[in-house]
């Protein structure tokens, strides 16, 4: 079975079965709390980090948080708690 055969399988069985798309695309998640807070799940990696811009790798996207006094509050291994004046997340595949 191809690969585009086995993900329009899989979608089929997802949408049937109303299952969350987060846990079985791992799709990253972000959760923003006014514009001071946002918690990000499902990343895979940091790939910049200053105080104006975070960049992350998920697994489908790059997502770009930027503001001033950007700080990584903690992480673990699938999420991520991020500070700030947040100004703008971009999404960029």
């Known amino acids: 079975m191809g690969k585009q055969k086995r993900n329009r399988v899989k979608s089929n069985i997802v949408e049937s ?6 846990l079985m695309y791992g799709a990253v998640i972000v959760t923003v709390t006014g514009r001071t807070e946002a918690l990000i799940e499902n990343y895979r990696g940091i790939i910049e980090y200053t105080c104006e811009k975070i960049r992350l790798q998920t697994k489908g996207c790059q997502v770009e948080i930027r503001g ?5 509050q903690y992480y673990t291994n ?16």
């Open 78 to 93: 699938d999420e991520m708690k991020v500070t700030g004046f947040i100004h703008e997340i971009i999404y960029d595949s």
């Open 68 to 72: 001033k006094r950007l700080l990584i």
């Open 17 to 22: 079965l109303e299952l969350p798309k987060d």
